[in-house]
T-cell receptor, first 114, second 111 residues
């Protein structure tokens, strides 16, 4: 079945450092890919998405490119802030009739220090 | 304000005592679902519903029930909770592929 694997965490960075969180996936067909963010005590929020190969999703300074050849969707940000501290989830959707179902990775905890 | 509301936020119960976690959305979404979040496992789908009176199992449905009598409500029922159902639960609704609106979560502890 479909699966998503994220890099092991937690990740600890200083403010203004460069961030990469790796994500690879296994899926049949052509899934859509997503990054969700979860701030402390809250539900998940959609951060960005890409629906086909070579698409780049971006939002709030975060970017991720859908790489079909390496089955990857790594999250990057050039300069993190303390307010980016959260848990980040990579996810895929197989689409079709179950359009609301996501398969999630295990999550990566990011802590940014001043 | 568009939102998914689930209650309660925290719940402590004992093995075998039936409980219900409520979920309501005000966005007129047809698709609703329940997930559980466990450390190291991410979120896993329990049940989903594509419309009123239409529900189906997700990846981890054992020990759970749901109902969808109205479009806005999608309660999660644990008829005989067990300690392995201790988890953080999220309700979500979706208007389109992959875009989920999540509630704030229910932390359940089964003793």
């Amino acid at each position: 079945g479909d699966s998503v694997t994220q890099m092991e965490g937690p990740v600890t960075l200083s403010e203004e450092a460069f961030l990469t969180i790796n994500c690879t996936y296994t899926a049949t067909g052509y899934p859509s890919l997503f990054w969700y963010v979860q701030y402390p005590g809250e539900g998940l929020q959609l951060l960005l998405k890409a629906t086909k190969a070579d698409d780049k999703g971006s939002n709030k300074g975060f970017e991720a490119t859908y790489r079909k050849e390496t089955t990857s969707f790594h999250l990057e940000k050039g300069s993190v802030q303390v307010s980016d501290s959260a848990v980040y989830f990579c996810a895929l959707s197989a689409g079709g009739t179950s359009y609301g179902k996501l398969t999630f990775g295990q999550g990566t905890i990011l802590t940014v220090h001043p | 304000e568009a939102q998914v509301t689930q209650n309660p936020r925290y719940l402590i119960t004992v093995t075998g005592k039936k409980l219900t976690v409520t979920c309501s959305q005000n966005m007129n979404h047809e698709y609703m679902s329940w997930y559980r979040q466990d450390p190291g496992l991410g979120l896993r789908q329990i049940y989903y519903s594509m419309n009123v009176e239409v529900t189906d199992k997700g990846d981890v449905p054992e020990g759970y029930k749901v109902s969808r009598k109205e479009k806005r409500n999608f309660p999660l029922i644990l008829e005989s909770p067990s300690p392995n159902q201790t988890s953080l639960y999220f309700c979500a609704s979706s208007p389109t592929e992959g875009k989920l609106f999540f509630g704030s979560g229910t932390q359940l502890s089964v003793l």
